[in-house]
């Protein structure tokens, strides 16, 4: 790759994932389907499939997902400069905006406006993070196991409040097990 065609993809990131930090409230989950229609649907960057690789190492990474994907992705696209222009693309419009928002709700927290407008956020927030929920689950393999896995997970962290690193190590483990089973099973079945 030539200098010139490096450099405009590294800005092409940074672009990318500004746009993604900007209009995107709710976190990180709630990133998730617009990073998977920018850098996978429009800009063929990464694969469906990879998708669930970058949430699966994000969230189990110290750090916010968010920050974590962009990082992953602008590595896997254009190496150190690439995770480090995505990484600064991905915070930048949020530092930006905390910092208006910190001055203005010190000033303006009281009115119903704002708190009327909060609420609306909340409920659109809610939404992109079903929404990503639903990509995600369409990416699963479809079989008893998974959904056990799936469903001891939730009530885990759901009810029994059992940390979520612990869950997500549990999970990789038994994911671990799972395969080295299935395909000492086939490699018998196949002698």
């Known amino acids: 790759m030539k ?3 490096k450099l405009y993809k590294i800005w092409l990131l940074f672009l990318t994932f500004f746009k993604i930090g900007a209009f995107t409230f709710g976190g990180g989950y709630a990133m998730i389907p617009l990073i998977q229609k ?6 063929k960057w990464i694969t469906e499939s990879d998708i669930l690789d970058i949430i699966a190492i994000a969230e189990s990474t110290p ?6 994907s962009a990082t992953f992705v602008g ?6 400069w690439g995770a480090f222009v995505s990484t600064l693309g ?8 905390i910092t208006v928002i910190a001055y ?9 406006g704002v708190k009327y407008a909060f609420f609306g956020i909340r409920a659109g927030v809610l939404a992109l993070i079903v929404k990503g929920l639903v990509s995600m689950y369409k990416q699963v393999p479809k079989n008893p196991v998974s959904y056990i896995v799936m ?10 409040d059992v940390s979520v690193l612990i869950v997500l190590i549990g999970c990789a483990v038994f994911g671990l097990v799972t395969s080295i089973i299935i395909s000492r099973r086939v490699k018998n079945d196949l002698s």
């Open 3 to 5: 200098k010139h065609e």
């Open 38 to 43: 920018e850098v996978a649907d429009k800009k």
């Open 63 to 68: 750090g916010p997902i968010a920050v974590n």
């Open 75 to 80: 590595f896997k696209v254009a190496g150190f």
């Open 90 to 97: 991905v915070v930048l419009p949020s530092f930006v905006i």
């Open 104 to 112: 203005l709700l010190k000033n303006f927290s009281d009115y119903k």
């Open 151 to 160: 469903g001891a997970a939730f009530a885990l962290v759901a009810f029994f």
